[in-house]
């Protein structure tokens, strides 16, 4: 089954979104690696089939800091491959549930992409985490 798998992000920052270079398979503008936001849980991201379940349109978890919405799904998070990391771990990411949900009227729509795989460094994750960015999300 595909799950629909959603982010916020903000289309007006150069570290989120990229305004002037465009795929050149199917012409789309794609994300940068600072839309992914990583904190020690993981990042942040949301289930389409549970906003729709609510009877919640998918922008709903736009905010005004973050007005845009991107969209990828948990098959394209889970089979992606940097080639960066140390393990030959799969998914090198992973959709996890949030032990600690947030406390908005989408919660139960909240979920996470965490690192499975182990890197030689922090560089190395970012820049694994970039390359998920660009190459599985697109706008919503």
Not at 2 to 27: A, C, K, M, W
Not at 39 to 63: E, F, H, M, N, Q
Not at 94 to 106: C, H, M, Q, R, S
Request: hydrophobic share 35%; charged share 30%; glycine share 6%.
């Amino acid at each position: 089954m595909h799950e629909e798998i959603l982010r916020r992000f903000n289309d007006q920052d150069p570290s989120h979104y990229d305004t002037v270079v465009r795929d050149e398979g199917d012409g789309t503008r794609k994300l940068k690696g600072g839309a992914l936001r990583w904190d020690d849980d993981g990042c942040s991201v949301y289930r389409s089939r549970i906003l729709l379940i609510l009877g919640l349109p998918k922008d709903c978890i736009a905010t005004d800091a973050h007005p845009a919405v991107a969209r990828t799904s948990r098959a394209l998070i889970e089979s992606f491959t940097s080639g960066l990391a140390d393990t030959a771990v799969r998914p090198e990411f992973a959709v996890v549930a949030d032990p600690l949900e947030p406390g908005e009227p989408y919660d139960p729509a909240h979920t996470l992409i965490q690192p499975m795989a182990e890197y030689p460094s922090k560089t190395k994750r970012r820049t694994a985490a970039n390359d998920l960015a660009r190459s599985a999300f697109s706008l919503l």
